[in-house]
C-alpha cells in the first residue's frame, strides 16, 4: 500500500493469493512529477484497490486522491453491498472535499514540509485571499483519475478524464474506461449547454478577457471531466453534473472466471492502467 509522485524512474509491485501487481512512473517533460497512485493490495480480505491520478496544473490534486479516495470508498454505507454506487458517490466526495476548505493541503503538503517559497506564497497570496474573500477552492489544479477494484469474481473500474484501463485477456484488448474528451458529442452538448466553448476543437475554455487580435483565459483544458479545476465548474443556476466539467465517473467491470483464470496481474505504465487476467497454469 502506498501513494507516490516521484520525480525519478522508479518500479514496485508486489502480490498477495489473489493478485499480484506492479507499477512504473517515469516523469516527462514537466519540471515535476504531477501524476500519483495508490496500491492497496488489501483494502479488505477480499478486496484489491488500485488508483491511478493524472494531475493538471500540478501535483496536490491528485496527491490528494492517493491519499484518501480509498479510505473514503472503504467507509462509504454501500462498499459492501453496491460498490458501483459507492465509488460515484466517492469521485464527487474529492471534489466536496477540495470545496469545503483548505484543510486538504494540509494532507498533500504538511506545513512543516512546505519550501520557504511555498509558506511565503501561502502567507502572503492564499491566506491573504483567505481573509478578504473566504476560502477558494483550486481553481485550474485538478486530476484524472482511473480507479479499479478487484474483488472476487470481478474487477471494477471507474475514470474521469483521461487515464485509460485496458484489460487483456487471452491476448485480446477490453477497454474499461471511457475517453473524456470535449469534442465528444455527449461531452460537447452538455459543455455547450452550460455556456461553455472549445478551443481549436479540442479545449475547455473560459475566457477572461478578449480584444482585437487576442484572448486571455482563466482555465483551459484538454478533458472534459476532472476532479477539481473549480473554474469549469461556477455556473450557480446548473447542478454539478451539468457543469462544464464534471467529476461523475464511468464504470465498466469484468468478471474474471474462477475455473479458467486464477489470478489477475495489474501494471500502471504512464497513464495506463492495465489489467491481465492469468490462467492456472501461469
Not at 19 to 28: L, M, T
Not at 189 to 216: F, H, M, N, W
Request: proline share 4%; with cysteine.
Amino acid at each position: 500500500m502506498g501513494a507516490s509522485n516521484s520525480r525519478h524512474v522508479s518500479t514496485t509491485g508486489g502480490e498477495n493469493v489473489r493478485i499480484k501487481f506492479a507499477v512504473s512512473s517515469v516523469q516527462g517533460q514537466n519540471d515535476k512529477m504531477d501524476d500519483a497512485y495508490a496500491l492497496v493490495p488489501d483494502l479488505d480480505h477480499a478486496t484489491s484497490f488500485f488508483g491511478l491520478y493524472d494531475g493538471h496544473s500540478g501535483p496536490d490534486v491528485a496527491l490528494l486522491c492517493a491519499r484518501l479516495f480509498h479510505i473514503e470508498l472503504r467507509v462509504h454505507p454501500n462498499y459492501e453491498t453496491n460498490l458501483n454506487n459507492a465509488m460515484r458517490s466517492v469521485f464527487s466526495r474529492m471534489d466536496e472535499l477540495l470545496q469545503q476548505s483548505n484543510e486538504w493541503m494540509e494532507l498533500v503538503i504538511p506545513a512543516a514540509s512546505r519550501n520557504w517559497i511555498r509558506r511565503l506564497i501561502k502567507a502572503i497570496v492564499i491566506d491573504t485571499l483567505h481573509c478578504k474573500w473566504g476560502y477558494i477552492p483550486p481553481q485550474n489544479l485538478g486530476c484524472s483519475a482511473t480507479v479499479a477494484v478487484a474483488r472476487g469474481s470481478r474487477v471494477t473500474v471507474g475514470n474521469v478524464g483521461s487515464c485509460r484501463c485496458v484489460a487483456s485477456r487471452n491476448g485480446q484488448a477490453i477497454q474499461l474506461s471511457t475517453d473524456h474528451i470535449p469534442r465528444n458529442r455527449g461531452e460537447r452538448r452538455r459543455i455547450q449547454r452550460a455556456g461553455g466553448t472549445l478551443e481549436l476543437d479540442k479545449y475547455v475554455a473560459v475566457e477572461a478577457l478578449r480584444g482585437p487580435g487576442y484572448r486571455a483565459y482563466r482555465g483551459i483544458l484538454a478533458t472534459s471531466r476532472a476532479i477539481g479545476s473549480f473554474v469549469f465548474k461556477q455556473n450557480k443556476n446548473l447542478p454539478p453534473e451539468e457543469q462544464l466539467v464534471i467529476c461523475n465517473p464511468d464504470i465498466h467491470s469484468v468478471s474474471v472466471n474462477k475455473v479458467v483464470f486464477s489470478r489477475v496481474q495489474i501494471c500502471f505504465v504512464g497513464s495506463y492502467l492495465m489489467i491481465s487476467l492469468l490462467d492456472g497454469d501461469n
